[in-house]
């Protein structure tokens, strides 16, 4: 039932600077720009998910809503949002795993740019029923436009998105068993902890669990997000001329990888860039 992961959902306390620092960080400009609902939303779509900044806008409770949010989280990921191309079924699909789904809603949004508008069928599973992650589901009606390039060695593309657990069995069950998500991976390492990769479109849903280092019980919570890049050495040449706290590159645990860690310009996501160099085994 779930095709893709749409987008991810970004917040900032200040749109702009944040836009200014993503486009920075993706050398990708935004794609779409809007705001309403008591939310300022600046998004970058690059070539397999989208990237979604939400600020607060105004009064009213919806506003409220958010700065809520960032009192309580502070900036950094909020949601996670799955495509499917039958809202109806995903719906009745989510109301027999007692995930508690929210009616579909029909969702209009038009770009304060363009004028242009895109429309797309949603809903939204109980965060209690999720385990503390904000999920959505949507079945989108049109493709979004691209995220023009703006620099050399841009971002291409999401590799994959980190949920921290309390406990890999109950997430496993959850993105497995109850979601229909493909896993890919399930290791378990003494320095690093249990890692399970689930396949989502052709990025990863990473759920990490850290023996010793994380709580035993609670919620989970979004963690952070790797992004692929083509050339390592010149991204990272990009984002330290621009100013950005980049890490050395260095080999990562994956076989056949280059990484780095990105430590600012990112609105509080932790960040990392991988360059694949050779075909994993």
Same mark, same amino acid.
């Given at each position: 039932?779930?095709?893709?992961?749409?987008?991810?959902?970004?917040?900032?306390?200040?749109?702009?600077?944040?836009?200014?620092?993503?486009?920075?960080?993706?050398?990708?400009?935004?794609?779409?720009?809007? =705001?309403?609902?008591g939310?300022? =939303?600046?998004?970058?779509?690059?070539?397999?998910?989208?990237?979604e900044?939400?600020?607060?806008?105004?009064?009213?409770?919806?506003?409220?809503?958010?700065?809520?949010?960032?009192?309580a989280?502070?900036?950094?990921?909020?949601s996670?949002?799955?495509?499917?191309?039958?809202?109806? *079924?995903?719906?009745?699909?989510?109301?027999?795993l007692?995930?508690?789904?929210?009616?579909?809603?029909?969702v209009?949004?038009?770009?304060?740019?363009?004028?242009?508008?895109?429309?797309? *069928?949603?809903?939204?599973?109980?965060?209690?029923?999720?385990?503390?992650?904000?999920?959505?589901?949507?079945?989108?009606?049109?493709?979004?436009?691209?995220?023009?390039?703006?620099?050399?060695?841009?971002?291409?593309?999401?590799?994959h998105?980190?949920?921290?657990?309390?406990?890999?069995?109950?997430?496993?069950?959850?993105?497995?068993?109850?979601l229909?998500?493909?896993?890919?991976?399930?290791?378990?390492?003494p320095?690093?902890?249990?890692?399970?990769?689930?396949?989502?479109?052709?990025?990863?849903?990473?759920?990490?669990?850290?023996?010793? *280092?994380?709580?035993?019980?609670?919620?989970?919570?979004?963690?952070?997000?790797?992004?692929?890049?083509?050339?390592?050495?010149?991204?990272?040449?990009?984002?330290?001329?621009?100013?950005?706290?980049?890490?050395?590159?260095r080999?990562?645990?994956?076989?056949?990888?280059?990484?780095m860690?990105?430590?600012?310009?990112?609105?509080?996501?932790?960040?990392?860039?991988?360059?694949?160099?050779?075909?994993?085994?």
């Amino acid at each position: 039932m779930i095709s893709a992961l749409d987008h991810v959902v970004v917040l900032t306390s200040d749109i702009e600077a944040g836009a200014a620092s993503y486009q920075t960080l993706f050398g990708r400009a935004p794609s779409w720009r809007n =705001r309403g609902d008591g939310a300022a =939303r600046v998004l970058f779509t690059l070539d397999n998910t989208t990237l979604e900044l939400m600020a607060p806008d105004g009064d009213g409770e919806a506003a409220n809503r958010v700065r809520a949010a960032l009192a309580a989280q502070g900036e950094g990921l909020a949601s996670l949002c799955f495509s499917t191309p039958d809202i109806a *079924k995903m719906h009745r699909r989510l109301e027999r795993l007692t995930l508690r789904p929210e009616p579909v809603a029909a969702v209009e949004s038009r770009d304060d740019t363009s004028g242009a508008t895109l429309s797309w *069928k949603r809903t939204r599973a109980a965060t209690e029923a999720t385990h503390g992650v904000r999920l959505f589901f949507l079945e989108p009606a049109a493709e979004r436009p691209r995220s023009a390039t703006v620099a050399d060695a841009p971002i291409p593309s999401m590799d994959h998105v980190v949920v921290a657990t309390t406990d890999p069995e109950r997430a496993a069950a959850l993105y497995g068993a109850r979601l229909g998500l493909d896993m890919a991976l399930d290791r378990s390492h003494p320095d690093w902890g249990r890692l399970m990769f689930f396949r989502c479109g052709d990025l990863i849903v990473e759920v990490a669990h850290r023996a010793g *280092k994380e709580a035993t019980s609670g919620p989970d919570r979004l963690h952070g997000i790797s992004w692929r890049v083509a050339d390592a050495d010149a991204t990272r040449a990009r984002l330290l001329a621009a100013g950005l706290d980049v890490s050395e590159v260095r080999i990562g645990r994956r076989p056949g990888s280059r990484v780095m860690t990105v430590r600012s310009g990112t609105c509080g996501v932790p960040t990392l860039l991988i360059e694949k160099t050779a075909k994993a085994e």
